[in-house]
């Protein structure tokens, strides 16, 4: 049984862990309310520039002309996966590699790559057989546009020049402070979009200069606003499964102090009912 001093020492110890805890869920809050700012900017835009998409491909004549549309034969396939700098969150990115595996499952390690965002990514796959074309670390949970810019120019030209013919996105999109959900999209060659004619035949538009100059515009913006909003949602996962998960700790420490407290409080209660039992010994040892 551990002694008095030992359970002191202890409860010290965890009350000093939970002052951690507690400090980290409320910078993980305080991000996170940030972060979800971020996606609520970033959503409309995305959506406003597929409504665009969709409506320029309806009013365009003949077929969309843009290397971003090529479908070829895939003889190189890159991943791209999305994952956090730092732990403490959870299942977070255990979940997120877990959706990779499973992609990766089956797949040839000669004809894939990976491109990883966030460290914990990297230390998971460094020491296995898939190719790392480069990792993006360094983000500190905040979207950083000139870092993505980056991420996008990689992706495009390794695109463009062939080096890959199919490139898939993992992240986690932010639903709530508690949910999210893990999602698999394909990013290039971007999926044509689909016109819905009943919707789209009053849509007249004169194209100045040309179909082929607006799309070479406006894809790469297109391109970067969808890494933009995977990487918007998935800061704002992280922050939100690591306030969860600090928010636990923090709770099961105070269980572990009242349940040390507890302990420390019936040790000390042995202790005196000891020390009173052999004063009252001695005291009848000495009148016998």
């Known amino acids: 049984m551990p002694t008095l001093r030992q359970v002191k020492k202890r409860i010290r110890s965890v009350i000093s862990t939970r002052q951690i805890t507690k400090a980290m869920e409320m910078v993980a809050a305080a991000k996170l309310r940030k ?14 520039l597929d409504h665009i998409l969709v409506s320029l491909s309806a009013a365009a004549t003949g077929e969309l002309i843009h290397p971003f549309f090529e479908k070829r034969d895939v003889k190189k396939q890159t991943l791209v996966l999305i994952t956090s700098d730092r732990g403490l ?27 990883l965002i966030g460290k914990k990514g990297f230390d998971y796959y460094k020491k296995r057989e898939w190719e790392i074309v480069r990792l993006f670390e360094d983000w500190k ?8 810019q980056d991420v996008v120019n990689l992706l495009t030209g390794r695109f463009l020049t062939g080096e890959t ?14 949910r999210y959900r893990m999602v698999g999209a394909p990013y290039l060659p971007v999926e044509r979009p689909v016109v819905d004619e009943r919707k789209t035949q009053h849509l007249e538009y004169i194209f100045e200069p040309s179909p082929e100059a607006i799309f070479a515009d406006l ?10 909003t995977a990487l918007a ?10 306030m969860i998960a600090m928010g636990a700790a923090t709770k099961n420490a105070g269980e572990m102090i009242d349940s040390l407290t507890l302990q420390y409080n019936k040790a000390r209660q042995a202790a005196i009912t000891k020390e009173l039992l ?11």
Request: glycine share 8%; with cysteine; aromatic share 8%.
């Open 35 to 48: 972060a979800q700012m971020k996606v609520l900017e970033v959503r409309p835009y995305s959506e406003k």
């Open 89 to 115: 969150c959870g299942s977070f990115n255990s979940n997120l590699i877990g959706r990779a595996e499973a992609w990766l499952e089956g797949k040839e390690p000669a004809k894939t790559e990976l491109v």
């Open 141 to 148: 949970g905040n979207l950083d546009y000139n870092k993505a």
């Open 165 to 178: 013919d199919e490139i898939t996105l993992i992240y986690t999109q932010f639903i709530s402070t508690t």
């Open 219 to 228: 894809m790469p913006r297109y391109a970067l606003t969808k890494m933009v």
């Open 233 to 242: 949602e998935s800061f704002a996962s992280e922050h939100g499964t690591r």
């Open 278 to 288: 052999d004063i009252v010994g001695g005291a009848e040892a000495l009148q016998a």
